[in-house]
């Protein structure tokens, strides 16, 4: 079976393609690098939309999805995000927890696995 990268480092990929599953690595706001959690996570499910089709698949084939926040009480402000942008009926199995990030000035973190259906 062919394994495809996507966005390919010597450290990391930001996607790889396997048997139908397409897995991204965890991402945090590149544009919003100190804005709020709200903007962070803007700026990460863009990428992740982005990154999504690159593999071909989108949003509505999320398997699942782990949030890590640098502070867990800003859980409710990520969630308004997440909830506009999740199209109805196409919630992942999901954790949300709370994670030191390398950098300060990140508050969020998102990974996630898609169906390729197509």
């Known amino acids: 079976m062919t394994i495809k990268r996507i966005h390919s480092g010597k ?4 996607v790889v ?3 139908g599953i397409a897995y991204l690595a965890g991402l945090q ?11 962070q996570t803007q700026d990460v499910l ?3 939309d982005r990154l999504l089709g ?3 698949t989108d949003k509505r084939n999320l398997l699942t999805a782990t949030v890590w926040l640098a502070d867990i009480r800003t859980a409710e402000e990520m969630n308004q995000v ?3 942008w999740v199209p109805d009926g196409c919630s992942p199995a999901r954790a949300t ?5 390398a950098s300060a000035e990140h508050k969020v973190k ?9």
């Open 11 to 14: 450290r990391i990929s930001r």
């Open 17 to 19: 393609v396997h048997n």
């Open 29 to 39: 706001a590149l544009k919003n690098r100190g804005g709020s959690v709200a903007e």
């Open 46 to 48: 863009a990428m992740i």
């Open 54 to 56: 690159e593999a071909g």
């Open 82 to 84: 997440w909830d506009e």
């Open 97 to 101: 927890v709370e994670g030191k990030p």
């Open 110 to 118: 998102i990974a996630v696995t898609a169906a390729i259906t197509q």
